[in-house]
């Protein structure tokens, strides 16, 4: 079983800059990938960025350029961050943390709200 617990969404005027960050937890020994997506109101979820367990980063091509994605493994626990730059008002949804594991199992966070005032 692996946890993941986001935080640091919030408001934000256009233009504006927010950090998200998740912390996994549990058995973290078998967490390959670990994503970003996001879900707007009335929207299916997308993929926003992935970084995978060899280090390797990939974004939509929406985000790309003002999104960067990090990812610090550590003993007990693993941290995903994504900074989020030049936001824009389509950049609003509800923003998830994904974990997939050696056995393809996927995990989810609750979601964070990410909200871009123009």
């Known amino acids: 079983q692996v946890q993941l617990v986001e935080s640091g969404g919030g408001l934000v005027q256009a233009g504006g800059s927010l950090t998200l960050s998740c912390t996994a937890s549990g058995s973290i020994f078998t967490i390959n990938d670990m994503s970003w997506y996001r879900q707007a109101p009335g929207k299916q979820r997308e993929l926003v960025a992935t970084f995978t367990r060899r280090g390797t980063t990939n974004y939509a091509g929406s985000v790309e350029g003002r999104f960067t994605i990090s990812r610090d493994n550590a003993r007990n626990m693993v941290a995903l961050k994504m900074r989020m730059s030049s936001l824009k008002p389509e950049d609003t949804a509800v923003y998830y943390c994904?974990?997939?594991?050696?056995?393809?199992?996927?995990?989810w966070g609750q979601g964070t709200q990410v909200t871009v005032s123009s």
């Open positions: 994904n974990a997939e594991t050696t056995r393809a199992y996927v995990y």
